[in-house]
């Protein structure tokens, strides 16, 4: 099976180290060991078991914090308490024949696993598990207790929506995996674990509907995430950017939510989910351009909401990355195509103003920024003090005071709010970023330089690729049938068909043939 | 590939600068728009008057800022051989460079219109920023400057309430049009004639200058459209008033919608029938080398005031009224036509459309198609239809009550 070597390799690569040593008979030795590996910390507890005729005894060991204490108590009460164990067997207790009671009691706890070298050991330790060292034996019980402290599953707070269900991912990996496990109760959905990072050895998890995700996708993104060499990831966000294929392209090429409802739905297009555990976000990819002005809400209103919805959306897109350059532009260069009246209104208002239109621009837009920075990073009872000097100086202040026009102040808050409209909130960024180039340009050539970025952003967004699959599939290339969620959302039954663009492989075992069987791109 | 980029790179940003069709980028406050321009003939030398009509903004529109109580235009005049010459000249006048793109009125004054106005239309089509679509009126009766200097109350842009004024009078009242420089352009480079709208300045032109004129519920002064002067050969020869500047528009298929009042069987015009649909068709005939101009004119309307007291509900009365309108109709088109041949005078584009539809009589004629225009009969047929009485049927009198 070529998915599995796949991670024993990376494990490997992972520890970084050919050879380990194996775990000494003498139970002190071990312990002294560990100790030491592990800068003698605090954290690290170590807990004796004897039994009565002193014939024998473990240790338990665990790291205090990263354990569910209630599951290791538990544990320990069952599996090492040997006075138990007197009525039955007085002296033929040897040390093997209570590791393997122990071991045997470890299976009502749930995951565990015996430990053969000092490097699993430590590891293990690491990722919270309680290792049972037994006096005489080369091995250890690893019991998967982790736990320890963890947020709450709560409403999702960047992906907020009115219709739909008010989970959200935590900071667990476990925890979003079986989030989505709940909604796609389908063995298909295939989940692998590996581990990056050489320092923080961080575990992430590649989700996948087998049979839905192309396979050769598949293999390629496998390949990329074990190319990457780094000592450290603490947030899917490295990742992103790491496997990202299109490094100095503005535009995002990987999707991020911490919506399970969202995850599940891309997984059921044929793409694929990077948990990385420690962050609320998880990673889809292949993404395409649409899919950044998609919510999952689309699909929970009916269809003609979400389609007016959606092309509002595509509407505040070009606002907000045309907005202020149209503005300029008809102002400096196209004074003609302005109807007379609002020319003459324009020009009253701008009578007094000191500045050329493009530095009013900016004066406002940098305003703007500030303002949203400010607000973000501040904590929230100061934040709202930032916004409403922020109103004041965005508002009638600017104008009064004779620096700014109040058509500006119009222009720079509906570009600001239409920005805010993009649901994906990295998406909203690179257009912002895009909008100071496109002002500038406009500033220096008009409507002309507004058509000459435009026709270069084209190109570029059609150049684009994610994992394979062109950026603004499918409409360009044009896919007429993929139509049906793109600019509008069709009725749900008529949208029986899988899109082809991410090639789902044609025959799945099993329970989706619900689905399937209305694809006619099956035969 | 990276060089190859490069290279692409710099060849769009070569060709964006070296194609910059509009690259001069102009502040709006850096911006003088002129609203309108007047034309005058100057008495003993070469040459125009021309006047601008420049729009304050800062007192035009309304603002945050304090009401300003300065006019909403200025105006500014200027003397040179070349229109473009005195509008440069006219820098040393104002503070702005005079911008025209919103342009949206050109006055001629009479004098200048009687001397001929074939030559003055040249820069509204060379110029990239005059518009083709500019109204032109004919000062009747004064020059151009004195019209552009009035204020008039309602609009405050003047050039832009005269425009609007000739807009809405063609709609409801059908004795004018909305001429434009591209029509009149076309006149002057086809066969036959044209016309141009009159406005008339009524009260203190002196007063009306004044802001003060605007302060009081009748303005001092003020202007109105008043009829179309007829253009032969690109020289002002006379004026249509009235009925027959009406009978033109209908001739030339351009009313929109009007009011006719017609004789009921008692009282003499005293019913008001409001055309909301005409439509003319013209043909044009030789007959022994005279022309017959066939004109059907298709009109509907509808009763919109009766003080005789007429039942409507009975089918003779209608009909009796539909022949009335259609007669009433017909002798403002034969007025029109007569007023225009006594002048010799072809502003109806009939030459136009015997060219078009009989090329080689026209080649028999065209030589002297002034005189022959002159002699041309009429052949009118008017179908009228009365589509609506109003909300009522019968007088709210009934017969046997009247005495």
Redesign the interface.
């Known amino acids: 099976m070529p998915k599995q070597t796949k991670e024993s390799k990376t494990a490997e690569m992972a520890n970084g180290k050919e050879q380990s040593p194996p775990i000494f008979e003498n139970i002190e030795e071990n312990l002294n060991q560990i100790q030491s590996k592990l800068g003698n910390s605090p954290d690290l507890i170590i807990r004796y078991y004897e039994s009565l005729d002193h014939a024998n005894y473990a240790a338990a060991v665990y790291i205090n914090g990263l354990i569910d204490m209630e599951r290791v108590e538990d544990y320990i009460t069952h599996a090492l308490s040997f006075d138990s164990l007197q009525e039955k067997a007085e002296s033929a207790a040897t040390a093997l024949e209570r590791f393997s009671f122990a071991k045997g009691k470890a299976l009502s706890i749930g995951k565990e696993k015996i430990v053969e070298d000092q490097n699993s050991l430590l590891e293990g330790l690491l990722s919270g598990d309680t290792m049972i060292l037994f006096q005489g034996l080369t091995k250890a019980i690893s019991v998967s207790t982790s736990g320890g402290e963890g947020r709450a599953v709560t409403e999702a707070t960047t992906q907020v929506n009115i219709r739909g269900p008010k989970d959200s991912f935590t900071e667990s990996l476990s925890t979003n995996l079986s989030l989505v496990r709940k909604r796609i109760k389908n063995p298909n959905l295939w989940i692998e674990t590996l581990t990056i990072g050489a320092v923080t050895k961080t575990d992430v998890s590649i989700v996948h509907i087998h049979g839905l995700a192309n396979e050769a996708m598949l293999q390629e993104f496998r390949k990329k995430l074990s190319e990457i060499h780094v000592d450290s990831i603490l947030e899917s966000g490295y990742i992103e950017q790491l496997i990202e294929e299109n490094k100095y392209s503005p535009f995002p090429t990987i999707f991020n939510t911490e919506r399970p409802d969202s995850v599940a739905g891309n997984l059921l297009e044929g793409r694929i989910a990077l948990f990385v555990d420690g962050t609320p976000f998880v990673l889809i990819t292949p993404a395409t351009f649409f899919m950044f002005f998609h919510t999952v809400e689309d699909y929970y209103q009916r269809y003609d909401v979400s389609s007016l919805i959606r092309l509002l959306r595509f509407m505040c897109l070009i606002v907000s990355l045309f907005g202020p350059a149209i503005f300029v532009a008809a102002l400096n260069f196209h004074q003609e195509m302005i109807p007379t009246p609002l020319l003459i209104n324009l020009a009253s208002q701008r009578e007094g103003v000191p500045f050329p239109v493009v530095i009013e621009v900016l004066l406002l837009e940098v305003t703007f920024e500030i303002i949203r920075e400010a607000g973000i990073r501040m904590p929230s009872p100061i934040g709202q003090t930032v916004s409403i000097i922020g109103g004041l100086v965005l508002g009638q202040a600017a104008v009064q005071a004779g620096i700014v026009s109040p058509a500006m102040v119009i222009v720079v808050s509906l570009t600001g709010i239409s920005s805010f409209a993009t649901p994906a909130f990295n998406m909203a960024l690179s257009i912002r970023l895009l909008r100071f180039v496109i002002t500038f340009v406009s500033a220096y050539m008009g409507l002309y330089g507004i058509a000459i970025v435009g026709l270069i952003l084209i190109a570029h967004l059609c150049s684009l690729r994610s994992l394979g699959v062109p950026y603004m599939s499918p409409v360009a290339p044009f896919a007429a049938g993929d139509q049906k969620d793109i600019f509008l959302r069709a009725p749900l039954h008529f949208m029986k068909i899988r899109r082809r663009l991410l090639n789902p492989k044609s025959s799945v075992p099993g329970t989706t043939t619900q689905i399937r069987k209305d694809n006619p791109h099956e035969n | 590939m990276r060089t190859k980029l490069l290279g692409l790179l710099a060849l ?1 940003l070569g060709v ?1 600068v070296l ?11 850096d ?1 003088a ?1 002129v ?1 309108g321009i007047g034309m005058d003939k100057l008495d003993d030398e070469e040459g125009y008057r021309v006047t601008f009509q420049i ?1 304050n ?9 304090a009401a300003s109580n300065r006019p909403p235009v200025m105006v500014v005049t200027e003397k040179d051989t070349t229109v473009f010459g005195a509008l440069r000249k006219a820098s040393r006048r104002t503070t702005r460079q005079l ?1 025209f ?2 342009t ?1 009125l050109l006055i001629i004054g009479e004098p200048l219109a009687r001397s001929g106005v074939d030559h003055i239309f040249d820069i509204f089509e060379r110029s990239h ?1 005059l518009r083709l679509n500019t109204t032109v009126l004919i000062a009747k009766n004064s020059d151009a400057s004195s019209v552009l200097k009035l204020l008039t109350a309602l609009e405050s ?1 003047p050039s ?1 309430g005269l425009v609007k004024k000739t807009q809405n009078t063609a709609r409801v009242w059908g004795e004018n049009r909305k001429i434009g420089v591209f029509e009149i352009i076309n006149g002057i480079t086809s066969e036959g004639d044209f016309t141009i709208n009159g406005i008339q300045i009524i009260g203190n032109a002196e007063e009306g200058m004044k802001k003060s004129s605007l302060e009081q519920t009748e303005p001092l002064a003020g202007s109105y459209m008043s009829g179309l002067g007829v253009f032969k050969k690109g020289k002002l020869i006379s004026w249509l008033n009235g009925p027959e500047s009406r009978g033109t528009q209908w001739l030339l298929n351009k009313l929109e919608e009007t009011n006719v009042n017609i004789d009921a069987s008692d009282r003499k015009e005293d019913i008001s029938v409001n055309i909301f649909y005409s439509k003319t068709a013209v043909k044009v005939d030789l007959r022994e080398g005279k022309p017959v101009f066939h004109i059907h004119i298709r009109e509907e309307g509808s009763i919109n005031e009766a003080d005789s007291f007429v039942d409507f509900s009975k089918e003779e009365e209608l009909g009796k009224l539909k022949k009335e309108l259609a007669e009433q109709t017909a002798s403002e088109v034969k007025m029109a036509l007569k007023a225009a041949q006594e002048k010799k005078a072809d502003i109806f584009n009939f030459g136009n459309e015997l060219k078009r539809t009989h090329p080689e009589l026209w080649k028999t004629v065209n030589k002297e198609w002034d005189s022959v225009f002159a002699e041309g009969e009429l052949d009118l047929q008017v179908d009228a239809y009365i589509r609506g009485t109003g909300m009522r049927l019968k007088p709210y009198i009934p017969a046997e009550k009247r005495e």
């Open positions: 769009y964006s194609l910059t069709g509009c690259w001069n980028s102009r502040e709006l406050n911006l728009i609203s729009i903004p800062s007192s035009s529109a309304p603002t945050t800022g911008f793109a919103h949206q920023e842009l832009t």
